[in-house]
């Protein structure tokens, strides 16, 4: 999934700590939302919604179908501000390689979306549809169940879901830090050789 | 758990590809400033005028201020008009329903010039750094021009849908006709204010021409 380069969204960005837009790009996407408003009731209904999300990102049309469901969570056929705003979040996040932290900072939205029966729990067909919205692998969602699913009923509750995302971040922050100390190290070899090449001349 | 601070360092192949990557390390210097700056409401609600010093009272742009762009004189006043559109669009909302909080408002802005100039470093370079390096101005243009084909190709949809007669799809119709309108009109009175005042023309008003997929064919 990623932003047609170029596009409105495509110059937005989230904040890299707290995954959230800047209230200047609030502001803009605002203007932007009610310039695609036509019929006057701060909503895009599906067609709108539809072609909004085709004409920005490569997303199928089942994909899009999908993400409107997830996202009316009133079942009013239409999207409002709110919801925009959330999937424009989730959009840049993907786009910014930033879903772990997304999800990490805000697990109870996402948790949200995810519950799509509202039983507090999100079940392994559910996770299944929406993973590319968050670029989880197929053998990774497995994983996921296999290592979390603590109560055993085969879905996740929220804490479950919670711990999950913590664990994610986690590895990904000893990844960078593995990266970071593997660069360094080969900076101060570099260093090192150099300053043996100088007092050699 | 709490998480670290931690640097997300974004490869430049992943995002825009391998040859941005002077562009890379401004995002997330930008990135950083908007984390630190700390603006309150009553900040992002003073006009342009009081915080960046080369515009006058009313917020009309000093020519010298145009080479931050270097491309056009529209973009700077654009950026206003743009910007005070969206002041004025948000205010409507807040207006809508709570009165008290435009007055209130108005208290905290009294209150807070004081803070502004201390603070006013901080957010001031994250805007003007954002300006520059990342939204294009004119904004307002980039959205409309997309919103334009986005309800262009609904329009379709609503014709096969519902029909041309359908109440919805001739309310789209008139829509669209009314932001060709807004847009022609603007790009007249740029093309007469650019013509009148003896200023070579921005690239982009030559560049632009109908895109035929945004007329409607009747």
Known sequence: MRLKEGSFLWYLYLDKTYCLLSVRNVKALMEYFHLLDVHGKNTLNDVLFYHFLHHVTDLKKREINLVFDMLDWNAVGEIGFEQFYVLVCILLAHQNHLEERFMYRHSRTVFGLLDLEGDQKISPENFEMYRFLFNIQKQELKDLFCDFDITGDRRLNYQEFKLYTIVRINKLQKRKEKTENAEREKKSLLIKKMSHQVHAS | ?218
């Open chain 2, 1 to 218: 758990m709490e998480e670290k601070p931690s640097k997300v360092s974004l490869k430049p192949s992943d995002r825009h590809g391998s040859d941005k990557e002077s562009k890379e390390s401004l995002y997330s210097d930008i990135r950083d400033l908007w984390t630190t700056a700390t603006l309150s409401q009553s900040e992002l609600n003073t006009p342009l005028s009081d915080v960046c010093g080369n515009f006058d009272a009313e917020g009309r742009s000093i020519s010298h201020t145009r080479g931050w762009y270097g491309q056009g004189r529209r973009s700077l006043d654009e950026g206003d008009k743009a910007s005070r559109k969206l002041r004025r669009s948000s205010s409507m909302e807040i207006n809508e329903g709570k009165e008290d909080t435009a007055s209130e408002i108005k208290a905290e802005k009294s209150s807070s010039t004081s803070s502004l100039d201390i603070a006013k470093h901080i957010p001031h370079r994250a805007y003007w750094a954002e300006q520059q390096n990342r939204l294009p101005l004119p904004l307002m243009e980039l959205m409309e021009n997309e919103a334009l084909e986005v309800l262009t190709e609904a329009l379709w949809s609503y014709r096969l849908g519902i029909g041309r007669d359908h109440l919805l799809t001739q309310e789209l119709q008139q829509y669209i006709e009314g932001l060709k309108k807004r847009r022609s009109k603007k790009l007249y009175l740029i093309e007469k204010d650019t013509l009148g005042s003896g200023r070579p023309e921005p690239a982009q008003c030559h560049d632009r021409s109908p895109n035929p997929s945004l007329t409607p064919s009747e």
